[in-house]
């Protein structure tokens, strides 16, 4: 799998610079680096338009192509608007469809879970949470 973008350091840190080179996106903490020949880290902030801001931290397998661990909080300005993690919940019903994945939303974001359709630890979820941003800034100029 040498194409795919979570096969080594330098593919997912050419991957993520691109998925970071749009207009929506003022500037970006978001750096990749290795922990291991064969593992990395992503982590840091990229701050949109309008105030929001995504927080992401990734833990990489290179060798396997996989997303092993994450977190991803979206905010604009102090206020944090949502949250996925893969903390199982298997006693929730609800999530079961996603199992690990979910997304805390409000009313009472630590404990409102919702499936995560769409987030996976085989391929980057990234564009996903960047155009899920994008969104909400569209929404609010609409």
């Given at each position: 799998m040498p194409d795919h973008p979570l096969h080594s350091l330098a593919t997912y840190s050419n991957f993520v610079a691109e998925a970071l080179n749009r207009p929506s996106i003022q500037r970006s903490t978001v750096t990749v680096w290795s922990a291991s020949p064969y593992t990395g880290i992503a982590e840091g902030e990229i701050f949109f338009l309008d105030g929001f801001r995504l927080r992401i931290r990734e833990e990489l397998d290179f060798d396997a192509c996989l997303i092993t661990s994450y977190g991803y909080e979206g905010y604009q300005n102090d206020e944090r608007l949502y949250w996925y993690d893969d903390f199982p919940h298997?006693?929730?019903?609800?999530?079961?469809?996603?199992?690990?994945?979910?997304?805390?939303?409000?009313?009472?974001?630590?404990?409102?879970?919702v499936p995560a359709l769409e987030i996976r630890f085989t391929e980057p979820n990234l564009p996903l949470l960047v155009r899920e941003v994008e969104a909400l800034i569209e929404q609010k100029h609409d």
């Amino acid at each position: 799998m040498p194409d795919h973008p979570l096969h080594s350091l330098a593919t997912y840190s050419n991957f993520v610079a691109e998925a970071l080179n749009r207009p929506s996106i003022q500037r970006s903490t978001v750096t990749v680096w290795s922990a291991s020949p064969y593992t990395g880290i992503a982590e840091g902030e990229i701050f949109f338009l309008d105030g929001f801001r995504l927080r992401i931290r990734e833990e990489l397998d290179f060798d396997a192509c996989l997303i092993t661990s994450y977190g991803y909080e979206g905010y604009q300005n102090d206020e944090r608007l949502y949250w996925y993690d893969d903390f199982p919940h298997p006693h929730d019903s609800t999530l079961i469809s996603t199992l690990p994945h979910h997304k805390h939303i409000p009313p009472d974001i630590k404990h409102h879970r919702v499936p995560a359709l769409e987030i996976r630890f085989t391929e980057p979820n990234l564009p996903l949470l960047v155009r899920e941003v994008e969104a909400l800034i569209e929404q609010k100029h609409d």
